[in-house]
């Protein structure tokens, strides 16, 4: 592989996971610190990473560096709703509530989902990643990703029925 696609690849791997960083709640400078620390170590250890592993280890890493950070600053790792944009054109304010109380229906149901669920919605329809890249990222089959993806929706629709009907009073 010549230099030059070598850093293009990296360039976008280590952007997908800086922003992943921001949407699980990292503050910009921190996924900044933690991306590049991940890289620094992926550049140290490349000769020694599987080839076809490369990018699951760089998100592993990135990621065990982001939990060793909280863990020291005594924070937890929650995604938050300041993390999702909302984009409506729409200047009414009814409009705006309901989107801010559907947004916090969504965050009660993100916070009960299992970290990898929870993990893998992000992956797929924030960061809006192919199934081919989530795989790589998490080291994982393409067929049981889609599985377990089947699984969080499922999941994640199930709950939030839950959420609604509590919130309608049924």
């Not at 293009?8 to 952007?15: F, R, S, Y």
């Not at 990018?55 to 909280?70: E, K, M, T």
């Amino acid at each position: 592989m010549r230099e030059a696609d070598l850093h293009q690849i990296l360039q976008e791997k280590t952007e997908i996971i800086y922003k992943y960083l921001l949407k699980i709640g990292a503050n910009p400078r921190d996924a900044e610190d933690v991306t590049q620390e991940a890289l620094y170590k992926f550049l140290i250890y490349m000769d020694s990473i599987d080839p076809k592993k490369a990018l699951s280890w760089l998100f592993r890493v990135a990621i065990n560096q982001y939990y060793d950070l909280c863990r020291k600053q005594k924070k937890q790792v929650m995604v938050t709703l300041e993390n999702f944009e909302f984009i409506d054109d729409s200047p009414l304010p009814d409009h705006y509530m309901e989107k801010r109380e559907m947004g916090s229906d969504i965050q009660l149901v993100l916070d009960q989902l299992t970290p990898l669920y929870k993990q893998l919605l992000l992956l797929k329809y924030d960061l809006e990643l192919s199934y081919g890249e989530i795989a790589d990222m998490l080291d994982l089959n393409e067929g049981t990703l889609k599985t377990y993806l089947f699984r969080a929706r499922k999941t994640f629709k199930e709950l939030y029925r839950k959420e609604q009907m509590k919130y309608e009073g049924l």
